[in-house]
T-cell receptor, first 115, second 119 residues
C-alpha cells in the first residue's frame, strides 16, 4: 500500500525523445508536486497542482508539461529530451489548507538518464 | 527570496558519537514552516519533522532532537549516539506560501549534508 508511487523507477532514453513519468498518491491529498534533483543532490520544485489546478510553475522549459487527470495523479511529460534533463525526478503530495503548511510525502523517485 | 543554507557538505563520525547538522534560513514571511528530510543511500526522501515559526520549543524524538532558534534563524538537528543506519543525506527545507493563486506550498531545500557514520 505505497503512499506515493512513480513509474518508471529508471528511464534511459536518447536525446530528442519524448517521455512521460507517472505519479499516483493514495493518501487522499489535494496537492501534488514535481521536484528535480540534480547530480549534486540539489532539490528544486518544478510544478504543483492543487485539485487538478496548476498553482506553482517555476522557471522550467516549455518542454516539460505536467498533467493532472484527477487529484490523485500528476504526470510529467517531457518533449525533446536533452542531456541536461538527466536527473532524479520526485513526485510528492500533501494536504494543504490556506493557513497550513503540511509535510510533503515523496515518491521513490525516477532516475532519468538521457544519452 | 527564501534561502536555506546547510554549510556542512559532509560530516564523518564514528558510531555512538553525537552529531549536529546545521541549518540557517532566510525568509521575509512571518508565518513559515521548517522541515528536515532524510535521504538514505536507497534514494527515497523520508520526512523527519515539521516545525512552525511560532513554536520555538525544542523537540526530541528518540535519538533525534531539533533546536529551533528564531533569533539566529537556525533549525539545527542533532543525532545522539549515531548509528551506521543514520548514514544519509539530510535536507533542511523551508516552506513558503507561493503559487499562482497564493495557495501553493513550495519547499525550498538546502543543499544537504552528507552524514557518514563509521564503525
Amino acid at each position: 500500500d505505497t503512499a506515493v508511487s512513480q513509474t518508471p523507477k529508471y528511464l534511459v532514453t536518447q536525446m530528442g525523445n519524448d517521455k512521460s513519468i507517472k505519479c499516483e498518491q493514495n493518501l487522499g491529498h489535494d496537492t501534488m508536486y514535481w521536484y528535480k534533483q540534480d547530480s549534486k543532490k540539489f532539490l528544486k520544485i518544478m510544478f504543483s497542482y492543487n485539485n487538478k489546478e496548476l498553482i506553482i510553475n517555476e522557471t522550467v522549459p516549455n518542454r516539460f508539461s505536467p498533467k493532472s487527470p484527477d487529484k490523485a495523479h500528476l504526470n510529467l511529460h517531457i518533449n525533446s529530451l536533452e542531456l541536461g534533463d538527466s536527473a532524479v525526478y520526485f513526485c510528492a503530495s500533501s494536504q494543504e489548507g490556506w493557513n497550513s503548511y503540511n509535510e510533503q510525502f515523496f515518491g521513490p523517485g525516477t532516475r532519468l538518464t538521457v544519452l | 527570496a527564501q534561502k536555506v543554507t546547510q554549510a556542512q557538505t559532509e560530516i564523518s563520525v564514528v558510531e555512538k558519537e553525537d552529531v549536529t547538522l546545521d541549518c540557517v534560513y532566510e525568509t521575509r514571511d512571518t508565518t513559515y514552516y521548517l522541515f528536515w528530510y532524510k535521504q538514505p543511500p536507497s534514494g527515497e526522501l523520508v520526512f523527519l519533522i515539521r516545525r512552525n515559526s511560532f513554536d520555538e520549543q525544542n523537540e526530541i524524538s528518540g535519538r533525534y532532537s531539533w533546536n529551533f532558534q528564531k533569533s539566529t534563524s537556525s533549525f539545527n538537528f542533532t543525532i545522539t549516539a549515531s548509528q551506521v543506519v543514520d548514514s544519509a543525506v539530510y535536507f533542511c527545507a523551508l516552506s513558503e506560501r507561493s503559487g499562482l493563486t497564493g495557495g501553493g506550498n513550495k519547499l525550498t531545500f538546502g543543499t544537504g549534508t552528507q552524514l557518514k557514520v563509521e564503525l
